[in-house]
């Protein structure tokens, strides 16, 4: 009889190289011979806010059904991947796995939901360890527990999107990735349900990251044939080893659930708080721009930081009295700022009106009037008639904000934001069958290009 097991794998990568979604796919491919893949492996962002975290804060769930001895075949060589390609040799990589057998509990999708926007301590994660159906495994302080529990018990059933993950030979780590520009350009132009492959404005490719980990590229979409389409349309200049599509919580803003009032803030956590502008936005140097926000609780200081580029000119036009929303992470106080919250996305709910004043008009020859001088009233400089009455003329001035959400460009935009791309996107009925996820695998297996 077969029977489900959820594996949840986190913190196995390191700044210097290595990467979860890389040993995953290698765990993937030894065990396709045994088991049968009920979805695709799941890449759970969690608050991207964590102190401890290396990269994009993501772990990986897989989740298959098999015999009881495919299964056990499946746990240890899960475990045996983990120990040969985590960077065990890093103090700040502390590798953890969970092992979920049948159903996933209530207690672990609400440790799922928390870990998006909350601190959560590795003893909160350790009583799991007392479920009949849960087995935790940890390497060194065992932090990974935490995020791997949390992929686990996060089953995309609402939002979700995808991506397709390429990874290159081991002598490129670390090296310029060789790729056909232009081809990436023709993909993302005859791909519209991917998003984000290029920020145009700023004339950068999106796709291929920067560091020394073992990723290619990553296309992101609304399908899991669009961002397969999307990459048989690009031409890499290298050799490509493996390829994977991962369904995932990327840009859904799913981190954004709770509110807090500003006397709650606490650092590192992921919120959404609302508050009138106390003072007019400022620039500070590195040309971050700051401004404080306060409601009937505190007030705190804003930041939207350089490389969030025109983001920092809208958000400048804001005044005191504007009220609005502020999605984002609380930054720790230092010794050269207070607590402070890290915008990611603003939306201005609450204009305040400004005003312009003019000299008004003369009476008998339609002449624009003077200053008579200081509690003189006006002087018509044509007639010489003299107004002691006469008010100023007010004018509306137009603002250069709107009531509408804002949010940086593409280049600053984190793994959970959503672009508006996707704001009016249908996200329904999207995630696949076991046979549809199955053969999609097989295909991906047998071909690395």
């Given at each position: 009889?077969?029977k489900?097991l959820h ?10 190289g290595?990467?979860t979604t890389?040993?995953?796919?290698v765990?993937?491919?030894?065990i396709a011979n045994?088991?049968?893949?009920l979805d695709?492996?799941?890449l759970?962002r969690?608050?991207p806010n ?8 993501g772990?990986v ?10 299964l056990e075949?499946?746990r ?14 890093d ?9 979920l057998s ?6 672990v999708k ?12 590795i003893?909160?994660a ?7 159906n849960?087995?935790?495994?940890k390497?060194g302080?065992g932090?990974?527990i ?9 089953p995309l ?12 030979s ?12 232009d ?5 993302d132009k005859?791909?519209?349900l991917?998003?984000s492959n290029?920020?145009?404005d ?8 920067r560091?020394?980990?073992p ?15 999307a990459?048989?349309?690009?031409k890499?200049?290298?050799?490509i ?5 991962f369904?995932t ?6 981190h ?13 956590l992921?919120?959404i708080?609302?508050g ?6 400022y620039y500070i ?5 700051i401004f404080?926000?306060k409601d009937n ?9 350089e ?7 809208e958000?400048?036009?804001l ?5 609005v ?6 930054r720790?106080?230092?010794e ?5 919250i ?7 709910d609450i204009?305040?009106k400004?005003f312009?004043?003019e000299?008004p008009f003369c009476?008998e ?6 200053s008579a ?6 002087k018509c400089h ?5 107004y ?5 003329i007010e ?5 250069k904000?709107?009531l509408?959400?804002?949010?940086p460009?593409i280049?600053?935009?984190?793994h959970?934001?959503?672009p508006?791309s ?10 696949k069958?076991?046979?549809d996820v199955?053969k ?7 071909s690395?290009?």
């Open positions: 009889m077969k489900v594996i949840g794998i986190d913190d196995t990568d390191s700044l210097k290595s990467c890389h040993l995953a796919t765990i993937i491919n030894e045994q088991v049968d893949f695709f492996p799941n759970i969690l608050n964590i102190p401890y975290k290396t990269r994009g804060n772990a769930a897989i989740r298959v059904d098999g015999e009881e001895k495919d075949n499946a240890e060589l899960v475990i045996r991947k983990v120990k040969e390609m985590a960077k065990l040799d103090e700040n990589t502390n590798p953890g796995i969970a092992f049948d159903e996933i509990t209530s207690a609400e440790f799922s939901k928390r870990a998006l926007w909350d601190i959560i301590s003893p909160e350790e009583k799991f360890n007392s479920f009949a849960i087995d935790l495994v390497f302080n932090r990974g935490i995020g791997a529990l949390g992929s686990i018990g996060n059933n609402d939002d979700f999107t995808y991506e397709h993950l390429t990874y290159r081991p002598e490129k780590y670390g090296t310029k990735r060789l790729i056909d520009r081809s990436i350009i023709a993909a005859a791909t519209p991917t998003f290029v920020d145009y700023y004339n950068s490719i999106m796709i291929t990251p560091g020394a980990d990723v290619f590229t990553g296309i992101r979409g609304e399908t899991a044939e669009e961002v397969m389409k990459w048989c349309i690009i890499p200049l290298e050799e080893t493996m390829r994977m599509i369904r919580n990327q840009h859904t803003n799913q954004f659930v709770k509110e807090f009032k500003i006397n709650e803030l606490k650092p590192h992921s919120i708080t609302q009138k502008v106390s003072k007019n936005p140097e590195g040309s971050h721009l404080p926000i609780t505190g007030e705190i200081d804003c930041a939207a930081y490389p969030t580029k025109k983001f920092r000119g958000l400048n036009n005044i005191i009295g504007d009220e929303t502020v999605f984002g992470g609380v720790p106080p230092a050269k700022h207070p607590l402070t890290n915008i990611e996305r603003l939306r201005v204009l305040e400004t312009s004043y000299n009476d020859c339609s002449a624009r009037l003077k001088g200081k509690n003189k009233g006006y044509k007639c010489s008639a003299v002691r009455n006469k008010k100023p004018k509306l001035v137009p603002r904000l709107a509408q959400e804002y949010l460009p280049i600053a935009h984190r959970l934001t959503r508006r996707r704001e009016k996107r249908d996200n329904s009925n999207k995630q069958s076991k046979e199955n999609i695998l097989n295909l991906l297996f047998s690395s290009k």
